[in-house]
């Protein structure tokens, strides 16, 4: 299954692609620089269709819990400063996602949609310390019963140019249904109350609706 996200993409380059290969074979005597051209241009197809990919996930739906939102390695877990909308500490959690990792994200949590703000930015590396502030973002707040207000934010990396986020204020969401989607790599940063015990640790890969971040 495919990300929806990708369908304009994916057939822009099948065509092109089913394109190059006909061109090939009528216009190329040569026989391995032919085959080279075809190969490539069929890798490249196959890395659009893995970068686009959408696997369905059982989710373990629960209000006791918050889950990974999305794959990735989790690359900070450390008390900040939130100036946007909480304007305190938070305990912040936040997962890298590599060119191969799938890029759905998924609602953490179930609640209701306080806040959702787009904003326009730079596209310095995902790592980077002022990424979060900095660059290509969206932030979301969801209001749940047992952890009250959480933060999460899609953030744009060096090779990620647009974030698709379908929050929006006032929406009740269910915990692992598609949030939304960042094309090409970048990381999301997850805002809990301090105090909260985590379930991951750094370095550890976590898989969307899937890994608890934490649990009550």
């Not at 989790?74 to 912040?92: A, N």
């Not at 999301?188 to 969307?208: F, H, Q, R, S, W």
Request: proline content about 3%.
């Amino acid at each position: 299954m495919f990300h929806k996200e990708g369908a304009k993409i994916i057939l822009i380059t099948l065509t092109l692609v089913v394109g190059i290969i006909f061109l090939s074979d009528a216009f190329i005597s040569i026989n391995w620089l032919r085959n080279a051209i075809i190969i490539l241009s069929l890798v490249f197809l196959i890395l659009i269709l893995q970068f686009f990919r959408n696997p369905k996930r059982e989710t373990d739906n629960s209000d006791n819990h918050i889950l990974a939102p999305v794959d990735g390695k989790v690359v900070v877990i450390e008390e900040v400063f939130e100036p946007e909308y909480f304007k305190d500490k938070r305990l912040m959690v936040s997962i890298f996602m590599s060119p191969i990792n799938v890029h759905v994200t998924r609602y953490a949590l179930n609640g209701i949609v306080k806040y959702s703000k787009y904003h326009p930015g730079k596209y310095l590396v995902a790592w980077h310390p002022k990424a979060s502030e900095e660059n290509e973002r969206t932030t979301v707040v969801i209001n749940n019963r047992v952890y009250g207000e959480v933060m999460y934010r899609q953030i744009a990396g060096a090779l990620a140019r647009r974030i698709i986020n379908y929050a929006e204020e006032g929406m009740r969401v269910v915990q692992g249904k598609d949030a939304g989607f960042i094309k090409f790599g970048s990381r999301v940063d997850i805002y809990l109350p301090l105090g909260t015990e985590v379930n991951v640790k750094l370095g550890e890969k976590a898989i969307g609706a899937k890994t608890i971040i934490c649990k009550k």
